[in-house]
């Protein structure tokens, strides 16, 4: 049959989709061919309607799977509401066959010339005009069988979850083309898409995707989580999986082999478990928002506030996630970065009755801030740690829900950093307010939201309304095919349907908590952890000591851990606690929590720690915040201790025989500016939020490894929380549209006076922060000294007089100026990555690490370069460039190279421009605040011109 021979279900507007060059792809190619077969040339359900008959089908596939339609009730109203939408047609009968094509309609009411669908039947009545009737649908197949334990052969049909149907040679599907692998992804993908029926695609949208029966594929979960580690089913996985800590205590390792090994072996794990049919394959992790803001209730799930270290992360986690070199031909594992972009607050209500949550938020932001900061982790996860996966945020972005925004999905990921994976919404982000406030209509929300390039909707939005988006003509039956072969490309890529290979073979006895794989674990934490007080060497504690150490406070026997952001179960069922850490190489220790958690104001169990701690000879109070304090769902209200806290740790510190030691765990920047004023607190280890691994940190306490951690978070004065509302997403300092967060007026929150946003991140913070970022101390001492080369290859003299550089020419920054041209003639925002590879380095550094001291340790090497103008008219203060760890012995010497990219060179305007800056750049390696406590520290300046 030709286009115009085929039936038709309502008139003209129903050929809409399928006309014009759409004919000529491949898909709609395989959609013709099977109009030669006669069980897809006929697809006719008859429908009791009154002695009538209804053909119902669509573009020659049967969609309607033996669907019945009730008879006709004339008069009469069934089901509340249009959940599922509704379209005009010419008849009652019609308004049947259209509610059979959408799988949400179970029931239907026509009146006036419109058709619509109800998902419920409820409230059946008398109403005058209307004709209404249900369908009757047969029940979804069976899932597979739920094993309490892992499959007992590979591939088992009647266990694992991820059954492919192309070994089996018995099976028709092994002839099949999408079984081929000699044939291109593309190819096989749409093979797959067209064999689908239509309401079997409309369903493979949502993240519980259906078995396929012209594919023998059984029902596929693309939602899972492994942040910190798989979170799988504790009944099916009873001895765990392993926990990792929470992203905001292993970014500060700045240890990019930690991080790529850490993504590899929860990928490993992950292939390991799907091998037996206890898992999927897609994870939706990493999270690379910036912690931009110390009251964020996620910030413990990103490794930072840096773009550039950020980005850095999302590379290393994704590549070891996703690659294996024991197949570098297939996918071990894909990954997912998000939630890009603009997601940085959860749920708040200031005092003065404002309130913003996640899904409601329209995330407003210069073009500057956008294309410098918060775009540029996901840049580097897409260009360079080539991640399969996308999770368009919850928020709109300047007015633009991010899952219906053409620009972020389609020109920028897709097609100027040539992204090629699927793109899922956060969950119900197709349906929530911010969605509702731009596309009130739920098929309009739809139809932007896959036009601009999400595949796959984490709800039921897309179940329920792209079957009468389809026939409102605000999408085509093309477009829907484009979103599912994104889908099943990336299963092919995993491997879900060739032939058996060495992922295959993984198995969970040799992977899954592994001695390896819990040493590994605890790495987070052992070189993760920041010292940012030791005076008079209160850290290490003596190995062995005699006396009694006192473990006191809130955090001090907590483990923070959720299975949403990783394994419900870790390793063994054992979750470690700071408690432990100390128990490890101290055999006197006593306990005390006094507070009962991190936010109670329950102070009465006081005076029982103080009491422990006057009598012990050592006192290590473990503080911090916990996830009632802030995590997802809502922000924290205050970025300093409780009162009760601040009483536990003023009343034991005073009490205690010598200084005591501070654990810090906490995700929030805490003002700790007290404590460290405080003689009686000798040392402050911050943790971050560790979970189960902090039984890492008795290395650092006991001196077995000398912590090299570094800060990753501005810590900010307590007077910053008033000054900007986090409803405020800008990054550079100046006047806010939102109301000081100290002004408590909720009866005319009008009247409450602008805040001043004093600048966020080391990038723009104008005040003076309590602890800078990339700040850490050692147990040992340091030395920088550093040489420079220009592109030229001509050595630039060190800085050892004011005029060393006076006599080199100053760097020719051309290279940069011919990049920024050819990006502006592609019509890019972004410059081409293969040109940045192509390009050389305009300056380079060999920074020479000597450790001055007596303990062989790591030093981490931070980068960061000052530009002409730093800290006015939107010019950064500095930006970090690069960064290298090492490991250098007592009395030796290592050399690092650290080199700025051309970028680094180039400042985006407030018009969201980029340009080349000339002039004086000051290249500094560590942090200047570390110098006077035995820290390396160097800085060198160099003129630029074009």
Not at 63 to 70: A, E, G, H, K, P
Not at 110 to 134: D, L, M, Q, W
Not at 245 to 266: E, K
Not at 507 to 512: G, K, L, M, S
Request: hydrophobic letters at 35%; one cysteine or more; a negative charge.
């Amino acid at each position: 049959l030709t286009q115009s021979e085929r039936p038709s279900l309502d008139g003209a507007s129903n050929m809409a989709p399928h006309t014009g060059a759409a004919l000529a792809s491949p898909l709609h190619a395989r959609s013709e061919r099977r109009w030669s077969s006669l069980a897809y040339m006929m697809a006719v359900v008859v429908l009791a309607l009154g002695g009538q008959s209804v053909t119902a089908v669509h573009d020659g596939v049967d969609i309607t799977r033996d669907i019945t339609c009730s008879p006709l009730a004339n008069n009469t109203r069934i089901g509340q509401g249009d959940g599922c939408g509704s379209v005009a047609v010419a008849s009652a009968e019609k308004c049947c066959s259209q509610c059979i094509l959408n799988p949400c309609c179970l029931a239907f009411t026509y009146a006036r010339g419109t058709c619509y669908f109800k998902n419920n039947t409820e409230g059946r009545g008398p109403s005058n005009g209307r004709i209404s009737g249900t369908t009757s649908r047969p029940p979804p197949p069976p899932p597979p069988p739920t094993p309490s334990g892992p499959c007992a052969t590979f591939n088992d049909p009647n266990c694992s979850w991820l059954f492919n149907p192309c070994l089996d040679s018995a099976l028709p599907y092994h002839a099949m083309p999408f079984c081929d692998p000699a044939r291109s992804i593309g190819d096989r993908a749409a093979d797959m898409v067209g064999r689908m029926t239509l309401a079997e695609k409309i369903e493979s949208l949502d993240n519980s995707a259906p078995a396929i029966a012209g594919l023998g594929t059984h029902p596929y979960q693309w939602w899972n989580e492994a942040s910190t580690g798989l979170d799988v089913n504790p009944t099916r996985v009873p001895n765990g999986t392993t926990k990792f800590a929470y992203p905001i205590t292993t970014g500060m390792s700045f240890n990019r082999s930690l991080w790529r090994a850490t993504g590899n072996q929860i990928g490993r794990e992950a292939r390991a478990l799907m091998n037996v049919g206890l898992s999927y394959s897609t994870f939706w992790a990493p999270v690379i928002n910036l912690a931009r803001e110390p009251r964020w209730g996620r910030n413990l799930e990103t490794p930072g506030e840096d773009p550039y270290q950020v980005g850095e992360y999302a590379i290393q986690f994704t590549q070891g996630m996703q690659n294996s070199p024991d197949d570098p031909g297939h996918l071990q594992a894909s990954a997912c970065c998000k939630h890009y972009v603009l997601n940085s607050m959860e749920d708040t209500t200031e005092p003065d009755g404002e309130n913003e949550n996640r899904g409601s938020v329209d995330s407003n932001v210069t073009q500057q801030d956008l294309l410098d900061s918060y775009m540029v982790p996901f840049q580097a996860c897409v260009e360079q740690g080539k991640v399969s996966g996308l999770m368009c945020s919850y928020n709109a972005v300047n007015g633009v829900p991010s899952c219906a925004n053409t620009w972020l999905l389609d020109k920028v990921a897709r097609g100027e950093w040539g992204f090629d994976g699927y793109i899922t919404s956060d969950c119900d982000a197709i349906g929530d307010r911010a969605m509702q406030n731009a596309f009130p209509v739920p098929e309009e929300a739809v139809a932007a939201s896959m036009a601009a390039g999400t595949d796959n909707d984490c709800g039921k939005t897309y179940g329920t309304h792209v079957g009468s988006a389809l026939n409102k003509s605000l999408i085509s039956e093309a477009l829907i095919d484009t979103r599912l072969t994104m889908l099943w490309m990336v299963r092919l890529r995993l491997g879900h349907f060739d032939p058996i290979g060495p992922l295959d073979g993984i198995e969970p006895a040799t992977t899954v908590c592994t001695p390896e794989a819990i040493d590994l674990s605890m790495q987070g934490t052992i070189q993760s952890a920041a010292l940012l007080k030791n005076e008079g060497r209160a850290l290490p504690l003596s190995l062995g000591g005699k006396g009694q150490v006192a473990v006191l406070g809130p955090n001090a026997n907590y483990t923070l851990k959720t299975g949403y952001y990783g394994p419900r179960v870790p390793c063994g069922g054992k979750d470690w606690t700071a408690l432990d850490a100390v128990k490890k190489y101290a055999t006197n220790v006593v306990y005390a929590a006094g507070v009962p958690n991190a936010t109670s104001s329950d102070e009465s169990g006081i005076d029982t720690a103080v009491a422990l701690a006057t009598s012990a000879d050592t006192v290590v109070l473990v503080v911090g915040t916990s996830l009632e304090w802030a995590s997802e769902g809502h922000d924290a209200t205050q970025i300093n201790f409780t009162a009760a806290q601040s009483t536990l740790i003023d009343r034991t510190a005073a009490a205690a025989k010598k200084p005591i030691v501070l654990l810090l765990m906490t995700a929030v920047p805490l003002d700790i500016s007290k404590q460290l004023g405080n003689p009686k607190i000798g040392a402050i280890l911050h943790l971050g939020q560790p979970s189960v691994t902090v039984l890492g940190a008795a290395e650092l306490l006991f001196g077995k490894v000398s912590p090299a951690g570094r800060t990753i978070q501005t810590v900010y004065p307590t007077a910053y929380q008033d000054e900007i509302s986090i409803f405020d997403f800008n990054m550079r300092p100046g006047p806010s549209t939102f109301a000081r967060p100290d002004c408590f007026d909720s009866t005319n929150p009008a009247a409450c006076p602008r805040g001043t946003n004093p600048g966020r991140t080391h990038r723009f913070y104008t005040g003076t922060s309590v602890v800078p970022f990339g700040f850490g101390l050692s147990y040992t001492t340091w030395s920088y000294s550093v040489t420079a080369v220009s592109n030229g290859g001509q050595p630039i003299p060190p800085e050892t007089s004011e005029d060393s550089t006076l006599s080199v020419q100053p760097i020719r920054l051309g290279a940069v100026q011919t990049l920024l041209e050819a990006t502006a003639a592609a019509g890019r925002t972004f410059p081409a990555s293969d040109m940045l590879k192509a390009s050389v380095a305009v300056v380079q550094y060999s920074v020479n690490v000597t450790n001055t001291g007596t303990v062989d340790a790591d030093d981490v090497v931070l980068g960061f370069i000052k530009p002409p103008g730093s800290g006015t008219n939107g010019v950064p203060i500095q930006s970090l460039f690069g960064f290298e760890r090492v490991h250098v012995k007592a009395g030796e010497t290592q050399t690092v190279y650290l080199y700025p990219s051309l970028m680094d060179f180039t400042q985006v305007g407030s018009d969201g421009h980029r340009s080349v800056v000339t002039g004086e750049y000051t290249i500094s390696f560590g942090v200047s605040k570390t110098l006077t406590f035995g820290m390396g520290y160097v800085e060198h300046t160099i003129q630029t011109t074009i």
